[in-house]
């Protein structure tokens, strides 16, 4: 069964630092998310991304973040600064017209 | 104004029974709904959508939606000790795009008893 799969699992970087997480969806899917969930939170939608350019995002989607598809494959989520509230699992998901989200395993990202 | 609410739980039943999970939802307009379960520290994994109005059965699982009382369940028949995970309620806005993204609750802590 075809699957979403996210680099790394664990990421730990120092404040400050910019960090790229990324993601290849599923092949026949047209639309890309990232979520974000803080340990025993809730899981927070940050921006969806169809046809090349952001559909929607969230308050919480701010200057420091950025998401791109550079090729045919990749998505990826760059953090341009970092702050300790960013520690959190961020998950990738994407999905086919009106159909379910799938996920990725997530990444764990770590800000020292 | 939270859009989908979860009791958090924890939800404890014995090993065998049915357990029964519980959310509703704000947005009146609200036309897809998903259940996930998420184990700790992994990603949510889909278990069931549904769409109208009714119960949907697939295999232990029961999706039930009834959108006039705004609320969507889960029914768990034969609970295991495996089934022991965070259940996600999950809901899409209308269908003005197909990207539209899915908001969830906070979750409800399910726990099965040997």
């Known amino acids: 069964e075809p699957e979403v799969t996210q680099t790394p699992s664990h990421q730990v970087t120092q404040m400050g630092q910019e960090v790229i997480l990324r993601c290849v969806p599923i092949s026949n899917h047209l639309y890309f998310y990232w979520y974000r969930q803080i340990l025993g939170q809730k899981v927070e939608f940050l921006v969806s991304f169809y046809n090349n350019e952001i559909s929607e995002k969230s308050e919480i989607f701010d200057d420091q973040f950025s998401v791109e598809r550079p090729d045919g494959s990749n998505f990826t989520l760059k953090i341009r600064s970092t702050k300790l509230e960013d520690s959190a699992m961020y998950f990738c998901?994407?999905?086919?017209?009106?159909?379910?989200?799938?996920f990725g395993n997530g990444t764990r990202l770590t800000v020292t | 104004q939270k859009e989908v609410e979860q009791n958090s739980g924890p939800l404890s039943v014995p090993e065998g029974a049915i357990a029964s999970l519980n959310c509703t939802y704000s947005?009146?307009?609200?036309?897809?709904f998903f259940w996930y379960r998420q184990y700790s520290g992994k990603s949510p994994e889909l278990i069931m959508s549904i769409y109208s109005n009714g119960d949907k059965e697939d295999g232990r699982f029961t999706a039930q939606l009834n959108k006039a009382s705004q609320y969507v369940s889960l029914l768990i028949r034969d609970s295991q000790p495996s089934d022991s995970a965070t259940y996600l309620c999950a809901g899409r806005p209308r269908n003005s795009g197909g990207y539209q993204k899915v908001t969830f609750g906070t979750g409800t802590k399910l726990q099965v008893i040997p």
């Open positions: 947005d009146r307009g609200s036309q897809s």
């Open positions: 998901a994407s999905g086919a017209d009106y159909s379910p989200l799938h």
